[in-house]
């Protein structure tokens, strides 16, 4: 695992991927940023009229429902069924399900056109595509990573698709295997768009690891260790009166972690640990 974790961020840098985001307003700037950082490629296209040639270009397409209007989910489909067609991984991120009826209906028709390789989202949203009346809080999270792991396999189940979890521990599953990724900082959960930059980072990862499942775990344990390596770094005028780490100078300080994050400091830091998924 550790061998492989160094390798993909390897291959990562070496090859730098194009990943076409059709993604929400309030991250585009930030996620782009941070696939940059990381070593990969960022194009956002959401046009019905492009996406189609954009992602046939990409090695992976990421699609996120933050801020939605019908024609956007017109491209999104669009993107999804060509991603499909020429066997180009998928990442969906279900941002805020089951906080509005539009989002669910949304969510179930890109479900329908293609689904996706890996769905990566916080525990409410995971437990709102699986069907689950949970309370929802718009796009952050009530409930935690683990409260929602039966949810994330019937997830996987149902589509046939790798499942990641975010939270304290990321618990990522996929068919027949799980894996729980114990690496980030609380900070994280107070800077936007720290969810949607980890599944960008995971489109940039599929699309050099044909192991969705190994591809997620990587993304989610490169987005943990740079959280701890950001917050690590932080002078005390970044700190607040009790020493926490303030948001604004953490938000730059992982962009910083992930461009300077090398293989063998992610091998070394990654806490992961693989279950194999019981009956
Ligand atoms: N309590 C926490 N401690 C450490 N890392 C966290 C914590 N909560 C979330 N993270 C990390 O923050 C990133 C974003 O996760 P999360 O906040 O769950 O997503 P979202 O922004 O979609 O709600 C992930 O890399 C996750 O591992
Ligand atoms: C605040 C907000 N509202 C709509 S999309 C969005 C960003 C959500 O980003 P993340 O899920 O990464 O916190
Ligand atoms: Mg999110």
Redesign the pocket.
């Known amino acids: 695992m550790k061998d492989n974790l160094k390798q993909l961020l390897q291959t990562l840098r070496e090859t730098s991927p194009l990943v076409h985001n059709i993604t929400n307003y309030v991250v585009m700037n930030y996620t782009a940023n941070a696939l940059l950082a990381v070593g990969a490629s960022p194009v956002m296209a959401h046009a019905v009229e492009e996406v189609e040639e954009m992602t046939s270009i990409a090695g992976a397409l990421v699609v996120n429902i933050g801020t939605l209007s019908a024609p956007w989910v017109a491209g999104m489909k669009l993107a999804m069924r060509q991603a499909a067609t020429l066997v180009k991984p998928t990442v969906l991120?279900p941002?805020g399900a089951g906080a509005t009826s539009y989002r669910n209906q949304v969510l179930a028709e890109l479900m329908e056109a293609a689904a996706p390789d890996l769905i990566r989202?916080?525990?409410s949203?995971i437990m709102a595509l699986a069907g689950l009346s949970v309370q929802t809080k718009g796009?952050?999270?009530t409930m935690s990573?683990l409260s929602s792991v039966e949810a994330a396999r019937a997830l996987s189940d149902r589509y046939g698709c790798v499942v990641s979890v975010?939270?304290?521990v990321?618990v990522i599953v996929d068919v027949d295997k799980m894996a729980y990724?114990a690496?980030?900082?609380?900070i994280?959960?107070r800077v936007?768009?720290?969810?949607?930059a980890?599944s960008a980072l995971a489109g940039a990862f599929c699309a050099v690891e044909k192991n969705v499942f190994e591809a997620a775990i990587a993304a989610?344990a490169t987005?943990?260790v740079c959280?701890e390596l950001a917050a690590s770094t932080l002078a005390a005028s970044a700190l607040d009166g009790q020493g926490r780490v303030l948001p604004g100078s953490f938000q730059m300080a992982f962009l910083d972690a992930l461009a300077s994050l090398t293989p063998e400091q992610l091998a070394e830091k990654a806490n992961v640990r693989l279950d194999s998924k019981s009956a």
């Open positions: 991120d941002v989202g916080n525990a949203e796009v952050d999270s990573s975010s939270g304290a990321d990724v690496n980030g900082h609380p994280m959960t936007t768009g720290m969810g949607c980890a989610a987005m943990g959280g």
